[in-house]
């Protein structure tokens, strides 16, 4: 069993930065993959970066390329997303969520999720 609490979130202006942290509960975390996800008011969740268990394998939406880097600390069992040059488009709700099979379709856990508010 794991839990993932996502923290970090907030308000910030355009061209601003944030970090998420995902903390996870759980001896067996270093044995999952894991994703950040997002999902916008009225828009579907979507596919934000993901590492691997040991972080060198690592993927991003195209939307997110340059500006956010994802990377995870085993010993602290936290998965960060850190996010720079943030648009009005990136307000979403993030999730971080943990998959046994990397690469698979379905995630095992997910994380309540973090409000990021991007102005204008």
């Known amino acids: 069993q794991v839990q993932l609490v996502e923290s970090g979130g907030g308000l910030v202006q355009a061209g601003g930065s944030l970090r998420l942290s995902c903390a996870a509960s759980?001896?067996?975390?270093?044995?999952?993959?894991v994703a950040w996800f997002r999902q916008a008011p009225g828009k579907e969740r979507d596919f934000v970066a993901a590492?691997?268990?040991?972080?060198?394998?690592?993927y991003y939406a195209d939307s997110v390329k340059g500006r956010f880097t994802i990377w995870r600390d085993n010993v602290q069992n936290t998965v960060y997303l850190q996010m720079n040059s943030l648009k009005p488009e990136d307000t979403a709700v993030y999730y971080c969520a943990a998959q046994l099979k990397w690469g698979g379709v379905s995630y095992d856990y997910w994380g309540q999720g973090t409000q990021v508010t991007v102005s204008s």
């Open positions: 590492i691997n268990l040991s972080g060198r394998n690592i």
């Open positions: 759980g001896r067996t975390f270093s044995s999952y993959a």
